[in-house]
């Protein structure tokens, strides 16, 4: 199923809308097609953990940003998967719709960008099928773990009641937001913190680790078995008073030792071709939200994305 996403991988049109995603922007005062961000290749957006595609039909995750990019031309895909689970099971229900969109497109790679989570579930596509993918960028993601995660999963018995409210809680909204978006597939918010720790992340990148820097806070390789990486994010957790997502930023980031968005810290967000790492951005205005609220008289997200998408389009994907 493909739709539109919120706090933390991919989102985008369905095969059904495959027409209106093909379409380019025409600017009716200067008369030209705007192709700015026509890749060759189709871009598909990932939602991160307790994230979406869309909600009601009409609250995005990756708000406005679809639009955006579809304006300039790029043919743009909106994914969903668990909103909590484990990596390996979110990359999997990933994998599944991106053959589908490569088989309705007739396309033969897609351009990954992830979220959060999602930035994760990218590189486990890109590992198993390689020959479907022409770039990963992920956005804000947690390569080595969150220390949010380390810090729940430390003060949690496991098997314990914390444990259990912890996952009641956050299933039930897993199962709910699946619901209003029309994804059903199975929650296991244990496993997805587990994912997301630093212990479990290392595990992970011992599998599915290109594009890894090889030095804390460095940079990966740009290019592996032919893939593009990039990453991004931003440091900065409270950036508008007006947005009332900022302030849970500004408590969660106290937990961090390093510079951090509120939910990633600067150098855990690190893959591949670091194009910036210092933005200011929070963890959700680095898609947009909470409504396009982010920091005044700064780059906006939509800029971010669509200066990617011309950078991957001048690159031939």
Request: proline content about 3%.
């Amino acid at each position: 199923m493909f739709a539109s996403a919120f706090i933390g991988g991919c989102g985008g049109e369905s095969p059904n809308q495959l027409a209106a995603a093909e379409e380019t922007s025409t600017s009716a005062a200067n008369g030209y097609t705007d192709t700015y961000t026509q890749t060759k290749f189709p871009i598909v957006l990932c939602h991160g953990m307790a994230g979406f595609d869309e909600l009601f039909g009409v609250v995005d995750y990756f708000h406005g940003i679809e639009s955006s990019l579809a304006s300039g031309g790029a043919r743009v895909f909106v994914t969903q998967v668990p909103a909590f689970s484990s990596t390996e099971a979110r990359g999997e229900e990933l994998l599944q719709q991106v053959e589908e969109i490569v088989a309705v497109t007739g396309a033969k790679k897609v351009n990954l960008i992830g979220h959060s989570h999602g930035g994760l579930d990218i590189r486990y596509v890109a590992t198993m099928r390689p020959d479907l993918v022409a770039s990963v960028t992920s956005v804000g993601s947690p390569h080595h773990g969150a220390d949010l995660a380390d810090f729940l999963r430390d003060n949690m018995t496991e098997g314990g009641f914390s444990e259990a409210v912890l996952s009641l809680f956050a299933n039930s909204l897993g199962t709910i937001l699946g619901l209003l978006s029309g994804q059903t597939s199975p929650q296991n918010s244990i496993a997805a913190l587990e994912s997301l720790s630093s212990e479990g992340s290392a595990a992970y990148n011992a599998t599915y680790g290109a594009g890894l820097p090889a030095a804390w806070c460095g940079e990966g390789a740009h290019v592996v078995n032919g893939i593009r990486y990039f990453s991004w994010s931003g440091t900065s957790k409270v950036t508008n008073v007006l947005d009332v997502s900022d302030y849970p930023m500004g408590l969660t980031g106290i937990i961090y030792d390093d510079a951090n968005d509120g939910l990633v810290g600067r150098c855990s967000s690190h893959l591949g071709d670091v194009i910036r790492d210092d933005y200011k951005m929070n963890h959700l205005d680095e898609v947009n939200q909470l409504f396009g609220i982010t920091a005044p008289f700064q780059t906006s997200p939509k800029s971010v994305f669509r200066a990617h998408a011309n950078r991957l389009k001048t690159l031939g994907l």
